[in-house]
């Protein structure tokens, strides 16, 4: 049963940088697309961006192409997710998913039953 605990959440203020990780367990990454989303509090969940076994990424939420950067090293099993230029609205619980298929969904926005194991979370909040 594969496993995913994410970090690097945190208190940031606008314009500053965040790096999250999701390390994977109990099975080998490589085998899977690891798709990022977050909720912020009152909203709905939403798919930000996914990455395939290849390294190839989708961006599933426009506001932040160009801003976020999502990166993989399936040697230590990890998915990063760098985030630049944080805006207050970017403020939510990030959770990363991984999908039993090596390719990422088209579907935007993302759907999240596409996804079949979740981590538990880290929140981010950008404010000053």
């Known amino acids: 049963q594969l496993q995913l605990v994410e970090s690097g959440g945190g208190l940031v203020q606008p314009g500053g940088s965040l790096r999250l990780s999701c390390v994977a367990s109990g099975s080998t990454l490589a085998a899977y697309a690891i798709g990022w989303f977050r909720r912020a509090p009152g909203k709905e969940q939403e798919g930000v961006l996914c990455i395939s076994n290849s390294g190839s990424v989708t961006v599933t939420l426009d506001s932040v192409k160009g801003r976020f950067v999502l990166s993989r090293d399936n040697d230590y099993n990890t998915v990063y997710l760098q985030m630049n230029s944080l805006k207050p609205e970017d403020s939510a619980d990030y959770y990363c998913?991984?999908?039993?298929?090596?390719?990422?969904?088209?579907?935007?926005?993302?759907?999240?039953?596409?996804?079949?194991?979740w981590g538990q979370g880290t929140r981010v909040t950008v404010s000053a």
């Open positions: 998913a991984a999908r039993r298929f090596p390719f990422c969904p088209s579907d935007k926005p993302a759907i999240t039953s596409k996804y079949d194991f």
